[in-house]
């Protein structure tokens, strides 16, 4: 049977709208969650490298190279999160950001960080065999977690077409100027320069974010010449003594400032092809957070585009759908793996913290001025028809037909797909389920009929 047609709604915004800069700035916000960090993290990191960069007198390419980098500086965050909670347990958010709080090449703290952290909130003997386990594996952990994030990173960037100097500087970020760094152990200049402005840039922000400029200048001190070169310490240290700076960090918003030390190359306008390149990669960092969402969102937009266009939407609407399909899940960036990973049943708790995402979702979207006309649709997802779902409360003519046939998608892909506690289901079980859901009112039964076609096809 020929499902259908649904009435596709207005034309999408063109991507030429908006500088590049405004929409890696924006999706900076999801990384921002992934780490644990507050909002506005890798902004404000971007805006301190800048001025330590301008500092150095570096010419308006490397600026360039060193302002995409500082702003995707954590781009390969996710990669590493399900390794964090295996081996540490607790929230990995929580974890990631309690790192930046400590020196963690000193033992004393590394111990300290380690009793208090790993295993958290678990029986005294499963935290005591995660403990063991870490000091048996010794270095070895630390370094793979980082290798793990700094390779990533590296590859994102240069899927995005941005240069081998931006991905270097991302690949090598973590590296300290007397070679106790990671994951490779470079010492000195061997560390490229933007890479070691990255390094300083993020300690300053995090302490001076969590606790004032004093914070941030005492960190400075007590890692010069063990994780920053004594010039870029020098240089640090001046700007700390800008006290206008860090007033307009508190309180203007960052992506304002970021256009005022933005070089001219980050300022070009997007392309509709380099926009679906960001698109893509950041749909390769949400499925990144656990091995149960591998190349999910890339599903989700195949099923809901195939579904769409049976349903006879316009081309431009189905460039749009792809978009919002490929982002609906970059809430889940702020989810704990604890609760992605679980192979159990999830608590009450959890499960208030796992709806949460979609509210993540539209937060993150609706900042980027070019993804705002499609936020609502991708974090509608787990809407349905007869008000049952969540988080906005959406019901009926209020979910746009693109939502509709999001939410079919997603529900397609959950289904098909192996989780924790069950394998993939087969297509007619799927088929009957979603059939289901259409006749009880929560799916729109013309996008289950167009995906029932897509499943037999």
């Known amino acids: 049977m020929q499902a259908e047609r649904l009435s596709p709604i207005g034309p999408p915004e063109p991507a030429a709208a908006v500088p590049v800069m405004d929409v890696i700035a924006g999706l900076s916000r999801a990384l921002d969650i992934t780490e644990g960090h507050p909002t506005g993290h890798a902004a404000r990191s971007c805006v301190i490298g800048m001025r330590l960069a301008q500092a150095c007198g570096l010419d308006e390419t490397a600026l360039a190279d060193l302002f995409h980098a500082l702003l995707l500086k954590d781009v390969g965050c996710s990669s590493n999160a399900a390794r964090v909670h295996q081996l540490a347990g607790g929230r990995d958010h929580e ?89 490779a152990r470079l010492r000195g200049n061997a560390i490229p320069l933007a890479a070691q402005i990255i390094g300083i840039a993020q300690v300053i922000e995090i302490f001076w974010q969590q606790h004032g400029v004093e914070a941030a200048r005492a960190v400075v001190r007590r890692r010069r010449r063990r994780w920053f070169s004594p010039e870029l310490s020098r240089l640090a240290l001046a700007l700390l003594d800008d006290a206008a700076l860090w007033r307009a960090l508190g309180d203007v918003a960052s992506i304002e400032l970021l256009h005022d030390v933005a070089p001219a190359p980050a300022m070009l306008r997007v392309t509709e092809a380099h926009l679906d390149r960001i698109v893509d990669a950041f749909a390769g960092v949400i499925d990144a957070k656990s091995p149960y969402t591998h190349d999910h969102s890339r599903r989700v937009a195949d099923y809901a585009v195939a579904a769409a266009a049976r349903l006879g939407f316009s081309g431009a609407r189905l460039v749009r759908l792809r978009r919002a399909a490929l982002l609906h899940d970059i809430g889940k960036l702020g989810v704990s793996n604890s609760i992605l990973d679980k192979p159990g049943a999830l608590s009450a708790e959890e499960w208030q913290a796992m709806r949460g995402h979609t509210r993540h979702t539209l937060e993150i979207l609706d900042a980027v001025p070019i993804f705002r006309e499609l936020a609502v649709d991708a974090a509608a997802h787990h809407e349905r028809l007869n008000g049952t779902g969540y988080h906005l409360g959406l019901r009926g003519a209020a979910l746009t037909p693109s939502a509709r046939v ?52």
């Open 95 to 183: 974890v990631k950001r309690s790192v930046w709080m400590t020196d963690w090449r000193s033992w004393p703290e590394k111990i300290a960080h380690s009793l208090a952290w790993v295993g958290r909130g678990e029986p005294l003997g499963r935290r005591l065999g995660r403990l063991a386990h870490l000091a048996w594996l010794g270095p070895r952990a630390e370094q793979e977690i980082f290798q793990i994030r700094c390779d990533r990173g590296a590859a994102i960037a240069l899927d995005l077409g941005l240069s081998r100097t931006t991905a270097e500087a991302i690949r090598a970020m973590d590296e300290h100027w007397d070679g106790g760094g990671q994951p």
């Open 406 to 457: 999001l939410a079919v998608a997603d529900v397609t892909d959950a289904l098909r797909s192996d989780r924790p506690y069950r394998a993939g289901l087969e297509v007619e079980r799927v088929v009957a389920m979603l059939g289901d859901d259409a006749a009880s009112g929560k799916m729109c039964p013309q996008s289950v009929a167009a995906m029932t076609e897509v499943l037999r096809a």
